[in-house]
Every structure is written in C-alpha cells, then in structure tokens.
Nanobody, 123 residues
Framework: QVQLVESGGGLVQAGGSLRLSCAASGRTFSNYAMGWFRQRPGKERESVAAIVWSGASTYYADSMKGRFTISRDNARNTVYLEMNSLKPEDTAVYYC????????????????WGQGTQVTVSS
C-alpha cells in the first residue's frame, strides 16, 4: 500500500523559513514525478512545485519562484520543499503527491497523495 507522509510544517513568523519533507513508501517510484500542492482556507488546491525522477527538471508556481526550492532523494524516496521568505498568504495545508505522468502542475496528474501538513505564517 502506497503511503506518503509529510512532515516539517508548523508556525513561523513572516520572513522565516521551513523545510517540508515527504517520505513515500509501498512501491517503487522509479520515473515518478513528485510534487507539492497547497490548499489555503476557502481556496482550491493549487500547485506549488514539482520535480521529475532525475531531478533534472523542476516546476514552480509563479508566486513561489525564488522563494521555494524542491528537491528529492531517490535513495530515501523523499521529496523536500525548502520555503524561505514566507508570507502570511503562504498559510495553507501543504500536500505532497506522486505521479507517473511527468512534470505536472494539475491535481489530476498525480496518483498518490499525503495527508497534508499545516503551515501557518504569522504577520
């Protein structure tokens, strides 16, 4: 059974940093892309960043470029999201996802999802 477990969320002041981790288990994830999404209160789930299996290609939503960095460790089946210069509008539940359809920014491009981790940025 595939399982994705996020960690690293919490409360941080504006301008601060957090590092999210997502450990995947339950199958081989060779050639699977991994992504981070978030869902802010009252909003739809939106893409944050994604990375292909090799790590050679990444995607970032416009509002995250220059502040967030996605990376992965395939030996550990783990994807990371380094978040810097956090803003109150970054407050959301952050989800990791895994999919075999390449570098996708849409929810439908991912097959497996974690349970989410709360990130709260205070002003």
């Amino acid at each position: 059974q595939v399982q994705l477990v996020e960690s690293g969320g919490g409360l941080v002041q504006a301008g601060g940093s957090l590092r999210l981790s997502c450990a995947a288990s339950g199958r081989t994830f060779s050639n699977y892309a991994m992504g981070w999404f978030r869902q802010r209160p009252g909003k739809e789930r939106e893409s944050v960043a994604a990375i292909v299996w090799s790590g050679a290609s990444t995607y970032y939503a416009d509002s995250m470029k220059g502040r967030f960095t996605i990376s992965r460790d395939n030996a550990r089946n783990t994807v990371y999201l380094e978040m810097n210069s956090l803003k109150p509008e970054d407050t959301a539940v952050y989800y990791c996802a895994v999919g075999r359809y390449g570098l996708r920014s849409d929810v439908s491009g991912y097959e497996y999802w974690g349970q989410g981790t709360q990130v709260t940025v205070s002003s």
